[in-house]
């Protein structure tokens, strides 16, 4: 699936590419700053049950721009936070077990920004995160009742992040992401502050 998903965005970036006109003009200038505001669709932490899908927040702010010709091309540090959680049930004649988790991502990111059309800022770029994953389960049968609940899942992590904002205002916009995050892919809000 992952092969899958690299040809897809090489093929979208081939083809955003291909949109190019000359000129435009930089929709991210030095000191620049925007907010993202999502939904994530698919995650690492399955989707069995899941009763909060991904929500996240980003903050990118522009410390660097005009690095290909004087009018395009931008760099931008920022941070994430992503939130989800589920829970399923199980049950049997006799027997019953549920269980619940959560998990919630902060990072940190670096992007680096690539106007190829009018109103539309495509980048990519490297996300270092911190995951902290919850979980507790309980069952119940014909040998007694069992349950716990603690951290699991929590560590650092390092991954890529592809990702397009397009400007229906000067300020407000939508955008798309696939990588390194909460989910593999989120969409939604953007607004350029």
Request: no cysteine.
């Amino acid at each position: 699936m992952k092969n899958k998903m690299k040809k897809f965005l090489l093929a979208a970036l081939v083809f955003v590419g291909s949109l190019s006109v000359a000129n435009a003009q930089e929709i991210i200038s030095k000191g620049s700053s925007m907010v993202n505001v999502g939904i994530g669709l698919g995650h690492h932490f399955g989707s069995d049950g899941m009763s909060i899908p991904p929500l996240s927040v980003a903050y990118d702010y522009s410390i660097v721009s005009g690095l290909i010709d004087r009018n395009n091309g931008a760099i931008t540090l920022g941070g994430y936070g992503a939130f989800t959680s589920g829970s399923m049930t199980y049950r049997a004649p006799g027997y019953s077990s549920s269980a619940s988790y959560t998990h919630i991502l902060l990072g940190f990111r670096g992007m680096f920004h690539y106007q190829f059309a009018p109103k539309l800022d495509t980048y990519a770029g490297l996300m270092l995160g911190y995951h902290i994953g919850s979980t507790s389960y309980s069952n119940s049968g014909p040998m007694g009742s069992h349950s716990n609940s603690g951290l699991t899942g929590s560590g650092f992590d390092i991954g890529v992040l592809l990702g397009a904002r397009y400007f229906f205002t000067p300020r407000i916009g939508a955008f798309t992401e696939l990588g390194y995050s909460l989910p593999y892919w989120n969409l939604g809000v953007t607004f350029k502050l």
